[in-house]
């Protein structure tokens, strides 16, 4: 039996590993430790409690609300403040407080506990102009990256652990990487074990999507509520590509992660779909006419955005290899699955999504 601190306890990912932690190891205690800032958070709060899950209305940037606890054993950092666009019209405060100050405390708690520790990090530490330098074919619908590339970290696979980091990333991405610095010289200097997985595009049901985090949420409900959208950058035509990952296909990986440390202390891993489980803009689209029957108004604007990628795919060889880990769930098979979430709840999720 273990006891669980899993920060962000109450946003998307936080409450499904949560919720899917207790379904694999009922025995274990759930500390779920959230502020609730983001809007629907607190729609979690009764799937937590109905999963004997303890929620703490907390924030890991003040050290005490995470000192006061009891011993833990396993520490899941979910939180972070995640959005791309954080501090570009703003004050960066938050988000450096957040992502990277708060991860620092919960790095005091695993030292005082001797915890184990998995930071969930992003695909946003790599440096936009060298993903943006990638060379690509333009397809009917889609941009695809070639298997010639400048590094051989890249490839039509997607990008790999070893891409080069000497660039800018935006400020969100420096926070999570400047975490994962200081995760590794903590966990090696406190001799406590950790594992870095560096995400792609999570998603599922109970991702409250907004137009800079949880795209593919925010791009069906759109359909589903008749709401118009854009198709933003390299020439408005919607074929930039993101990966994206079930959060089940993730909790699979953690749940090997954690139960094979020897293979997975002190290493970084790129998780997300890869080529495989990936789409478009305009593909998204029309997966979402088929399943809502609505059509609605997309205004195309030509023009690049900071901050934007072309494409993104992860190459997750490395976990594949030590792990034998793939993702299960297909493109169809979970936007199919989010509509459902979607029709459900819609008296609810009206007024959020």
């Known amino acids: 039996m273990k006891t669980l601190l899993i920060t962000g ?152 652990e070893y891409f080069p980091l000497d660039k800018i990333r935006s400020l969100y991405g420096t926070t999570k990487l400047a975490s994962e610095l200081i995760i590794q010289e903590y966990a090696d200097l406190y001799k406590f074990r950790s594992v870095i997985n560096r995400c792609g595009v999570l998603t599922g049901p109970w991702q409250m999507g907004k137009v800079d985090q949880g795209i593919f949420v925010y791009w069906l409900a759109s359909h589903i509520f008749k709401r118009p959208l854009k198709y933003f950058g390299y020439g408005g035509k919607g074929k930039q590509v993101r990966d994206f990952l079930h959060f089940k296909d993730l909790f699979d990986l953690l749940v090997l992660q954690t139960e094979n440390w020897e293979k997975s202390n002190a290493q970084v891993f790129n998780v997300g779909g890869g080529r495989e489980v990936s789409l478009s803009l305009c593909e998204l689209t029309e997966i979402c006419q088929k399943l809502t029957g609505n059509q609605v108004s997309i205004e195309s604007i030509p023009e690049d955005r900071a901050m934007d990628i072309r494409i993104y795919l992860t190459d997750t060889s490395k976990a594949k290899k030590i792990f034998d880990w793939s993702p299960q769930y297909k493109p169809k098979e979970t936007i199919a699955e989010i509509y459902k979430w979607i029709i459900e709840n819609q008296s609810t999720l009206v007024h959020i999504l």
């Open 9 to 160: 306890g109450a946003g998307f990912l936080g409450s499904n590993l949560a919720i899917e932690w207790r379904k694999k190891y009922p025995h274990d205690r759930i500390f779920a430790l959230d502020n609730l800032k983001r809007r629907g958070g607190e729609l979690n709060l009764p799937r937590l409690k109905s999963n004997s899950i303890e929620f703490i209305h907390g924030d890991i940037r003040i050290k005490e609300d995470l000192l006061s606890l009891p011993k833990i054993d396993l520490i899941l950092e979910c939180s972070a403040e995640p959005s791309v666009l954080a501090g570009v019209n703003e004050s960066p405060e938050y988000l450096i407080q957040t992502n990277l100050v708060g991860t620092i405390n919960c790095l005091e708690l695993a030292r005082r506990d001797n915890s184990d520790f998995v930071f969930f990090s992003t695909s946003r530490i790599y440096p936009i102009e060298y993903i943006n330098a990638l060379k690509f074919e333009e397809s009917s619908t889609r941009f695809e990256w070639l298997d010639d590339q400048i590094y051989a970290s890249a490839s039509s696979k997607g990008i790999s």
